[in-house]
T-cell receptor, first 113, second 112 residues
Framework: QQQVKQSPQSLIVQKGGISIINCAYE??????FPWYQQFPGKGPALLIA?????SEKKEGRFTISFNKSAKQFSLHIMDSQPGDSATYFC????????????FGDGTTLTVKP | EAQVTQNPRYLITVTGKKLTVTCSQN?????MSWYRQDPGLGLRQIYY???????DKGDVPEGYKVSRKEKRNFPLILESPSPNQTSLYFC???????????FGPGTRLTVT
């Protein structure tokens, strides 16, 4: 049973547009929700993360929106650039089982010039 | 430079031939994990370790073994590899506090 569902699987956006990737989770014990960015041939790297005590976190052009009641969180990339073209993974983990992490299936983002 | 290293980066082997993928981190992190990445399936956790001699199963542990005899090293062992273990493998580490994971560069394994 997949605990973190990510959509869409792929996304094409024009340069300057807004990219939005969504994730939904099932386990209410999750208390840490990161987004990782992966370029071809590289390992994933942390992009931005949020805890459930806030509804939004912004870092530069990247924003996480978090809806605890709906058990959903999303990544918004403002003013998308060709250099943002990568695969994005949402993830979730819990302090009660700190070693375990659950990832979404990933979204391949292509930003067209 | 703080990093997670994996070796080898690429490996082609045959069914049933035991292999080990090494992972080492220089950040003194307590937690280490192994993941496999397959198209359309994201990253699935194989095993994780919370400290030396403390390991636990992730979501897809079948066919894999791990050990954590030293804090910095966390090798992944495939005793009898099968073609369905052909995948891209990542090792990751993090501290006990912030949950950010640091990933290695990946090992692409092909089992024929």
């Amino acid at each position: 049973q997949q605990q973190v569902k990510q959509s869409p699987q792929s996304l094409i956006v024009q340069k300057g547009g807004i990219s939005i990737i969504n994730c939904a989770y099932e386990n209410t014990a999750f208390d840490y929700f990161p987004w990782y960015q992966q370029f071809p041939g590289k390992g994933p790297a942390l992009l931005i993360a949020i805890r459930p005590d806030v509804s939004e976190k912004k870092e530069g052009r990247f924003t996480i929106s978090f809806n605890k009641s709906a058990k959903q969180f999303s990544l918004h990339i403002m003013d998308s650039q060709p250099g943002d073209s990568a695969t994005y993974f949402c993830a979730a983990s819990s302090n009660t089982n700190a070693g375990k992490s659950t990832f979404g299936d990933g979204t391949t983002l292509t930003v067209k010039p | 430079e703080a990093q997670v290293t994996q070796n080898p980066r690429y490996l082609i082997t045959v069914t049933g031939k035991k292999l080990t993928v090494t992972c080492s981190q220089n950040m003194n992190h307590e937690y280490m994990s192994w993941y496999r990445q397959d198209p359309g399936l994201g990253l699935r956790q194989i095993y994780y370790s919370m400290n030396v001699e403390v390991t636990d199963k992730g979501d897809v542990p079948e066919g894999y073994k791990v050990s954590r005899k030293e804090k910095r090293n966390f090798p992944l062992i495939l005793e009898s590899p099968s073609p369905n273990q052909t995948s891209l493998y990542f090792c990751a580490s993090r501290t006990m506090g912030p949950y950010e994971q640091y990933f290695g560069p990946g090992t692409r394994l092909t089992v024929t």
